[in-house]
């Protein structure tokens, strides 16, 4: 299994950017898709989350109204479309996919982890 994060980088205070993670060698539909942060000095907490099916969403408190998370089944990727973003939002972004059909919240509760992408976002 792979997921292989990608589309981080260097953006300003106030724009926007996009990552995608891909999945290979898994039923990616039948996986339950998380986005995960560590900002420098900090644990890695979660950001995101959507279910196999792709309805609702759910979202950490911190990113609620600017960060939107999706899936498309048939290209195998999860996206983090990222609105309004402030420097506190400096993090390696990762993704994450667990078979359990829950919201699931929690790093100890997916088993399979991508490599991380670095968000910079300058002041």
């Known amino acids: 299994v792979q997921l292989q994060a990608s589309g981080g980088g260097l953006v300003q205070a106030g724009g926007s950017l996009r990552i995608s993670c891909a999945a290979s060698?898994?039923?990616?539909?039948?996986?339950?898709m998380g986005w995960f942060r560590r900002a420098p000095g900090k644990e890695r907490e979660f950001v995101a989350v959507?279910?196999?099916?792709?309805?609702?969403?759910y979202l950490a408190d911190s990113v609620k109204g600017r960060f939107t998370i999706s899936r498309d089944n048939a290209r195998n990727t999860v996206y983090l479309q990222m609105n309004s973003l402030k420097p506190e939002d400096t993090a390696v972004y990762y993704c994450?996919?667990?078979?359990?059909?829950?919201?699931?919240?929690?790093?100890?509760?997916?088993?399979?982890w991508g490599q991380g992408t670095l968000v910079t976002v300058s002041s």
């Open positions: 060698g898994l039923a990616f539909s039948r996986y339950t």
């Open positions: 994450a996919a667990d078979s359990t059909r829950a919201m699931l919240t929690d790093v100890r509760s997916y088993f399979y």
């Open positions: 959507i279910p196999w099916s792709g309805g609702s969403t």
